[in-house]
T-cell receptor, first 109, second 115 residues
Framework: GQNIDQPTEMTATEGAIVQINCTYQ??????LFWYQQHAGEAPTFLSY??LDGLEEKGRFSSFLSRSKGYSYLLLKELQMKDSASYLC??????????WGAGTKLIIKP | ETGVTQTPRHLVMGMTNKKSLKCEQH?????MYWYKQSAKKPLELMFV???????ENNSVPSRFSPECPNSSHLFLHLHTLQPEDSALYLC??????????????FGPGTRLTVL
């Protein structure tokens, strides 16, 4: 079967750095997405990785290792507004998105 | 209007009611999706429409009936629902066949409560 694993919940301190991991087992791979979802709101696109390596976008970076079936989202200089759920999703061989359950990130002052 | 809109934002219905959820996308995309989001569970893909044809139906109960009259509008007709159908229903759209990355844009969702 297809599976996406990510931690259920993480806590970090304002101004710090946090890394949210995602491991996947899917039938084929055509890219990995990270989405941010604030409570009661729509998921919004953060990043897309299809090749191995690190993609940096401001305070957020996303890393992919296809051989290990592994990705992480790195958030730097955390702000209170970063409190949200972070969803990992993989595009499989049929170009269907397989979703993780999301990681709820709690930022404390 | 921007992005993907959904109405209503909140809906409370009894098990014998019939209601419809509406989604509209203003992005010129050619694919639209219905998802169910329950607490602490992955997004569940319910239906996919590509070029107004249904291409995915993941064993969704017949009490959920989708309709896609054109590439900008998507409906989810609900009848005789069960309390376990209470969830956030998200609509999304994307542009298929563009070579990727097939990013999906989501609406704000309809919070459905079945009594």
């Amino acid at each position: 079967g297809q599976n996406i694993d990510q931690p259920t919940e993480m806590t970090a301190t304002e101004g710090a750095i946090v890394q949210i991991n995602c491991t996947y087992q899917t039938s084929g791979f055509n890219g990995l997405f990270w989405y941010q979802q604030h409570a009661g709101e729509a998921p919004t696109f953060l990043s897309y990785n299809v090749l191995d390596g690190l993609e940096e976008k401001g305070r957020f970076s996303s890393f992919l290792s296809r051989s290990k079936g592994y990705s992480y989202l790195l958030l730097k200089e955390l702000q209170m507004k970063d409190s949200a759920s972070y969803l990992c999703a993989v595009l499989d061989s049929n170009y269907q998105l397989i979703w993780g359950a999301g990681t709820k990130l709690i930022i404390k002052p | 209007e921007t992005g993907v809109t959904q109405t209503p934002r909140h809906l409370v219905m009894g098990m014998t009611n019939k209601k419809s959820l509406k989604c509209e996308q203003h992005l010129g995309h050619n694919a639209m999706y219905w998802y169910k989001q329950s607490a602490k569970k992955p997004l569940e893909l319910m239906f996919v429409y590509s070029l107004e044809e249904r291409v995915e139906n993941n064993s969704v109960p017949s009490r959920f009936s989708p309709e896609c009259p054109n590439s900008s509008h998507l409906f989810l007709h609900l009848h005789t629902l069960q309390p376990e159908d209470s969830a956030l229903y998200l609509c999304a759209s994307s542009q298929e066949g563009s070579g990727g990355p097939y990013e999906q844009f989501f609406g704000p969702g309809t919070r459905l409560t079945v009594l």
